[in-house]
């Protein structure tokens, strides 16, 4: 890993002694005071300084951090031998930490200085952010409102509920409950449950946990030990096929949902589940992780689930090429083998696993649902599971978010790559964004007026995402991107740091060292974030609004067949990307569900497998005057590789395209005829064949673009910013700024841009 000139230097400081430390206290407390006086005199001035108080509270909260860190190094060395990057060096990594925090505080209180004697001398000028009072939010379709206008909400996971740290982090509302705290079979409730749910009254909004992870010692002893080790990953631990959890589950919400209805800490739902996956496959050449077995009650429901499907078992044998007498002798070992990847028997299991997890969820929200008749569910869903074509993992993204109220998720970016072998993205891109953006045009496609709830971010990082020495810059460009494709609110892993930074009793987690709770300037950067994407939330909300007029046809019929099918589908997706052009995604029910008038085009690559309702759907499309580019590969065959019939064009047009970059020339040319391309036009120089800077336009009250960008490459990038139909150029007004700026920028890998266009005059 490279170290930056500052980690250098804390280095030598490490090595020197406590005198250092010593001083950057000093600095940090002097800039601080001096920070305090340019903000009452330019709050005096009648200026916004929510931005600079907000810094003084990170420097503070992050100088007693330090503190605490300097007095715990051998807690920290545990720590950060727990992290893979760190592991080799953590005794220095943990000496040289509070140093690295003062002086980041120090760094960033120079940064808030400077911006705001600009503010004060007027040389920048900042529209007011809203100071959200989170108890007076309300939550409406696909929108949090505040004052009358939209609002983006941001907490971390475990931040303690206190004013130090809730004026400016944060403050959400929330509760927990478990299947543990049922008692016995009856459904006795713990006392200090009811209690507290008949005395709480809490207005600030958030989500009710549902927890799946812990369960009563008596359930065991109910149910049989294997059906509490049948699990769906680490945090579900129970059977969703056995009855006794189907009555634990009823006893639980009957004595507490019933009294959590109509409150406002469950305005933003209830989650049904945490990181649900029901992985039920093996793989010879690695380790898979958190698969399991089924139990026979899975083994008999999948029986009838087979004899619905195929109704013979002639069939079947032909099909699976098997000789079963009947369908109680059908046998499939369980975890299945993934090299059985494209056969009928996998193709099955995989459908069939998907359909006992909905129906589980299904039944989960309408006892949801007898005890709260408004409940919003969602789920808390990693959306790698769908962008990465994860096989057999129980987890139909398009039909779990349908059954919500809100597109839940645990949505991820990259910054960096901690795992031996190479991302794909690093040779391009400063950061890993297939599964951000994927993800979230798929959510969005499948429920655009719903509001995306980020429940466990993991922008900042993840189990192979990690660096001490993270780019701010990075941290706008990932929350940047995440709410111009749909976040309405997140809650960031993590903060598992007490107020005077001491950590939680009995502390250990390989999650902690590198992270943000040891990261001061990125902490401050992620607010700071909020507050610009709050200032400006109208027209992050039209971004979030925008129709997609190109469309990517996905079959979940392709998906569980084929290994690489996502790699497929994001090589074209990736070519788009960089147009301004919206994206999304077309399946079989958006076909048959959603008004046609919504795209101009669907695209279809290299999807062999379709089921028969799924080619019915694109024939219909076509058949209503539709617009179909296809490649000469897919929808050959149904689910088990029987040929089906050619679509035919009818009234609308049906264009055979193989390459990509032929199938995106046609695909925007139409978008072009349509005359839902922006009116903006963008050249972007960086070195390379490829753009990096992807980007949306939309109009504000005025009737103006705003053009928001990101430089997702690894290379600067040189712009030429033109308004189409501008008669005497372009000019560009940076809006975080207040400042005119050129319309031929050159934009920083990171670096967001976020600019209203006019013509000159």
């Given at each position: 890993?490279k170290?930056?000139k500052?980690?250098?230097?804390l280095?030598?400081?490490?090595?020197?002694?406590?005198?250092?430390?010593?001083d950057?206290?000093k600095?940090?407390?002097?800039?601080?005071?001096?920070?305090?006086?340019?903000?009452?005199?330019?709050?005096k001035?009648?200026?916004?300084?929510?931005?600079?108080k907000?810094?003084?509270?990170?420097?503070?909260?992050?100088?007693?951090?330090?503190?605490?860190?300097?007095?715990?190094?051998?807690?920290?060395?545990?720590?950060?031998?727990?992290?893979?990057p760190?592991?080799n060096?953590?005794?220095q990594?943990?000496?040289?930490?509070?140093?690295f925090?003062?002086?980041?505080?120090?760094?960033?209180?120079?940064?808030?200085?400077?911006?705001?004697?600009?503010?004060?001398?007027?040389?920048?000028?900042?529209?007011?952010?809203?100071?959200?009072?989170?108890?007076?939010v309300?939550?409406?379709?696909?929108?949090?409102?505040y004052?009358k206008?939209?609002?983006f909400?941001?907490?971390y996971?475990?931040?303690?509920?206190?004013?130090?740290?809730?004026?400016?982090?944060?403050?959400?509302?929330?509760?927990?409950?478990?299947?543990?705290?049922?008692?016995d079979?009856?459904?006795?409730?713990?006392h200090?449950?009811i209690k507290?749910?008949?005395?709480?009254?809490d207005?600030?909004?958030?989500?009710?946990?549902?927890d799946?992870?812990h369960?009563?010692?008596?359930?065991?002893g109910?149910?049989?030990?294997e059906?509490t080790?049948l699990?769906?990953g680490?945090?579900?631990?129970?059977?969703?096929?056995?009855?006794?959890?189907k009555?634990?589950?009823?006893?639980?919400?009957?004595?507490?949902?019933?009294?959590?209805?109509?409150k406002?800490?469950?305005?933003?739902?209830?989650?049904?589940?945490?990181?649900?996956?029901?992985?039920?496959y093996?793989?010879?050449t690695?380790?898979?992780?958190?698969?399991?077995?089924?139990?026979e009650?899975?083994?008999?429901?999948f029986?009838?689930?087979l004899?619905?499907?195929?109704?013979s078992?002639a069939?079947?044998?032909?099909?699976?090429?098997?000789?079963?007498?009947?369908?109680?002798?059908?046998k499939?070992?369980?975890?299945?083998?993934?090299?059985?990847?494209?056969?009928?028997?996998?193709?099955?299991?995989?459908?069939?696993?998907?359909?006992?997890?909905?129906?589980?969820?299904?039944?989960?929200?309408?006892?949801?649902?007898?005890?709260?008749?408004?409940?919003?569910s969602?789920?808390?869903?990693?959306?790698?599971?769908?962008?990465?074509?994860d096989?057999?993992?129980?987890?139909d993204?398009?039909?779990?978010?349908?059954?919500?109220?809100?597109n839940?998720?645990?949505?991820?970016?990259?910054y960096?790559?901690?795992?031996?072998?190479k991302?794909?993205?690093?040779?391009?891109?400063v950061?890993?964004?297939?599964e951000?953006?994927?993800?979230?045009?798929?959510?969005?496609?499948?429920?655009?007026?719903?509001?995306?709830?980020n429940?466990?971010?993991?922008?900042?990082?993840?189990?192979?995402?990690?660096d001490?020495y993270m780019?701010?810059?990075y941290?706008?460009?990932?929350?940047w991107?995440?709410?111009?494709?749909?976040?309405?609110?997140?809650?960031t892993?993590?903060?598992?740091?007490?107020?005077?930074?001491?950590?939680?009793?009995?502390?250990?987690?390989?999650?902690?060292?590198?992270?943000?709770?040891?990261?001061?300037?990125?902490?401050?950067?992620?607010?700071?974030?909020?507050?610009?994407?709050?200032?400006?939330?109208?027209?992050i909300m039209a971004?979030?609004?925008?129709?997609?007029?190109?469309?990517?046809?996905?079959s979940?019929?392709?998906?569980?067949?084929?290994?690489d099918?996502m790699?497929?589908?994001?090589k074209?997706?990736?070519?788009l990307?960089?147009?301004?052009?919206?994206?999304?995604?077309?399946?079989?029910?958006?076909?048959?569900?959603?008004?046609?008038?919504?795209?101009?085009?669907?695209?279809?690559r290299?999807?062999?497998?379709?089921?028969?309702?799924?080619?019915?759907?694109?024939?219909?499309?076509?058949d209503?005057?539709?617009v179909?580019?296809?490649d000469?590969?897919?929808?050959k065959?149904?689910?088990y590789?029987v040929?089906?019939?050619?679509?035919?064009?009818?009234?609308?047009?049906?264009?055979v395209?193989?390459a990509?970059a032929?199938?995106?020339?046609?695909a925007?040319?139409i978008?072009?005829?349509?005359?839902?391309?922006?009116e903006?036009l963008?050249?972007?120089?960086?070195?390379?064949?490829l753009k990096?800077c992807?980007w949306?336009?939309?109009?504000?009250?005025k009737?103006?673009?705003?053009?928001?960008?990101?430089?997702?490459?690894?290379n600067?990038?040189?712009?030429?910013?033109?308004?189409?139909?501008?008669?005497?150029?372009?000019?560009?007004?940076?809006?975080?700024?207040?400042?005119?700026?050129?319309?031929?920028?050159?934009?920083?890998?990171n670096?967001?841009?976020f600019?209203?266009?006019?013509?000159?005059?």
């Amino acid at each position: 890993m490279k170290h930056s000139k500052l980690i250098s230097l804390l280095f030598i400081l490490g090595m020197i002694g406590t005198s250092f430390a010593q001083d950057f206290e000093k600095d940090a407390q002097a800039k601080i005071k001096t920070l305090n006086g340019l903000i009452a005199k330019v709050e005096k001035q009648g200026k916004d300084v929510l931005k600079e108080k907000m810094t003084v509270r990170t420097a503070e909260v992050f100088l007693d951090f330090a503190n605490w860190d300097a007095k715990n190094i051998e807690q920290n060395t545990n720590l950060f031998k727990m992290t893979t990057p760190y592991r080799n060096n953590a005794a220095q990594m943990a000496q040289d930490l509070p140093n690295f925090e003062r002086a980041d505080v120090v760094k960033m209180l120079d940064e808030a200085i400077a911006y705001i004697t600009l503010l004060k001398e007027g040389k920048v000028i900042r529209k007011p952010a809203p100071n959200i009072e989170w108890d007076k939010v309300i939550i409406e379709k696909d929108q949090i409102t505040y004052n009358k206008r939209p609002v983006f909400l941001a907490d971390y996971t475990w931040k303690p509920d206190v004013p130090i740290l809730t004026e400016f982090f944060g403050n959400k509302g929330g509760h927990y409950i478990s299947p543990k705290q049922v008692l016995d079979e009856k459904g006795t409730i713990q006392h200090s449950v009811i209690k507290d749910l008949d005395t709480k009254n809490d207005k600030r909004p958030w989500f009710v946990f549902i927890d799946s992870g812990h369960m009563p010692d008596w359930f065991s002893g109910k149910v049989g030990t294997e059906a509490t080790q049948l699990m769906g990953g680490p945090f579900y631990h129970y059977d969703i096929d056995q009855q006794g959890t189907k009555e634990i589950i009823s006893n639980l919400f009957k004595e507490t949902v019933s009294r959590m209805a109509g409150k406002k800490y469950n305005a933003l739902g209830y989650m049904l589940a945490n990181e649900p996956r029901w992985i039920t496959y093996k793989d010879s050449t690695k380790k898979v992780w958190y698969n399991s077995s089924v139990g026979e009650n899975t083994i008999e429901k999948f029986k009838v689930w087979l004899q619905n499907k195929h109704h013979s078992i002639a069939n079947l044998n032909q099909l699976w090429k098997t000789n079963f007498s009947s369908f109680d002798t059908v046998k499939l070992d369980i975890p299945i083998d993934i090299a059985l990847v494209g056969t009928a028997q996998w193709y099955d299991w995989n459908t069939f696993n998907d359909q006992r997890v909905v129906d589980w969820f299904t039944w989960m929200k309408g006892e949801l649902r007898k005890n709260d008749p408004k409940a919003k569910s969602h789920l808390k869903i990693m959306p790698s599971f769908f962008t990465d074509n994860d096989p057999c993992t129980g987890i139909d993204l398009e039909r779990l978010t349908e059954l919500s109220e809100i597109n839940g998720n645990d949505c991820a970016a990259h910054y960096n790559n901690t795992k031996k072998e190479k991302e794909g993205w690093q040779d391009n891109y400063v950061f890993g964004w297939r599964e951000l953006f994927l993800g979230y045009d798929f959510l969005k496609s499948v429920r655009p007026n719903q509001i995306n709830f980020n429940t466990e971010s993991h922008l900042l990082s993840t189990g192979h995402t990690r660096d001490l020495y993270m780019n701010p810059k990075y941290v706008r460009a990932a929350y940047w991107a995440a709410h111009t494709l749909g976040m309405n609110a997140s809650q960031t892993w993590y903060w598992p740091r007490k107020a005077d930074g001491s950590l939680k009793e009995n502390f250990k987690d390989n999650a902690y060292g590198g992270s943000n709770n040891q990261q001061p300037r990125v902490t401050n950067e992620l607010h700071s974030t909020m507050m610009d994407l709050n200032t400006y939330s109208e027209e992050i909300m039209a971004m979030q609004r925008q129709a997609k007029p190109i469309r990517i046809f996905y079959s979940v019929t392709s998906a569980h067949n084929k290994r690489d099918y996502m790699d497929d589908l994001f090589k074209l997706y990736e070519s788009l990307n960089f147009e301004g052009v919206p994206l999304g995604f077309a399946t079989k029910k958006i076909l048959e569900q959603q008004n046609h008038s919504n795209w101009d085009v669907v695209l279809v690559r290299k999807t062999e497998r379709v089921t028969q309702d799924e080619l019915k759907q694109i024939q219909s499309y076509l058949d209503k005057g539709g617009v179909v580019l296809v490649d000469d590969v897919s929808l050959k065959s149904n689910e088990y590789g029987v040929s089906l019939p050619a679509l035919k064009e009818s009234k609308g047009k049906l264009i055979v395209v193989n390459a990509i970059a032929e199938m995106k020339s046609k695909a925007l040319s139409i978008v072009e005829q349509k005359k839902h391309l922006p009116e903006v036009l963008i050249v972007e120089e960086n070195g390379t064949s490829l753009k990096g800077c992807t980007w949306k336009c939309v109009k504000n009250e005025k009737g103006n673009n705003v053009l928001s960008i990101i430089n997702m490459g690894k290379n600067e990038a040189k712009l030429t910013i033109k308004l189409k139909k501008a008669k005497n150029g372009t000019s560009c007004y940076d809006l975080i700024n207040g400042i005119a700026v050129s319309s031929q920028p050159i934009l920083k890998p990171n670096e967001v841009l976020f600019v209203e266009l006019k013509d000159k005059k």
